[in-house]
């Protein structure tokens, strides 16, 4: 469920989209709930003018660095970035430190290569499966076993 917080960031931010100018500033901002928001509502389509989509392809770059991983995953659902250019994002961020970047954002964006896919998909199990004994080992760590006993098993 959206605050009241989020709707005024997302209304705020839906307003200066097609102000040249505006999204280098949106994506220096300090709150990173900006920085997600224009993440997810960031267009580049054809019809854009030169100016605004030379724009949203250097600030989508640089949404690809963030440190939060919402940011990057925003980037990485948003289907409204030109296929073309998005291939490349897609390029880099199944490389993304975070799994939910890749698995959740990646692979729900229809905009995502097909070859991508294929290699989400067939690299799932391999994450999955390490996710699986990472939850493992915080579950024994919780029930009290040192670190010196988990690493022994």
């Known amino acids: 469920m959206e605050t009241p ?67 990057r995953f925003g980037i990485a659902e948003n289907s409204n970035i030109e296929p073309n250019f998005f291939k490349g994002l897609a390029e880099e961020l199944k490389r993304d430190k975070d799994w939910r970047v890749v698995l959740l954002g990646l692979e729900r964006n229809h905009n995502t290569p097909k070859e991508i896919i294929d290699w989400i998909n067939n690299d799932k199990k391999e994450i999955l499966y390490k996710l699986g004994l990472l939850a493992e080992f915080y579950e024994r760590r919780r029930e009290g076993n040192t670190i010196e006993g988990l690493l022994r098993h």
């Open 5 to 71: 917080e989020y709707q005024k960031i997302e209304d705020e931010v839906k307003k200066s989209l097609n102000t040249p100018g505006k999204l280098k500033e949106l994506s220096e901002n300090e709150n990173w709930k900006v920085r997600f928001v224009l993440a997810e509502s960031l267009k580049i389509t054809p019809d854009m003018p030169e100016e605004l989509v030379k724009e949203a392809k250097k600030v989508a770059k640089k949404l690809l660095e963030d440190d939060k991983w919402a940011v």
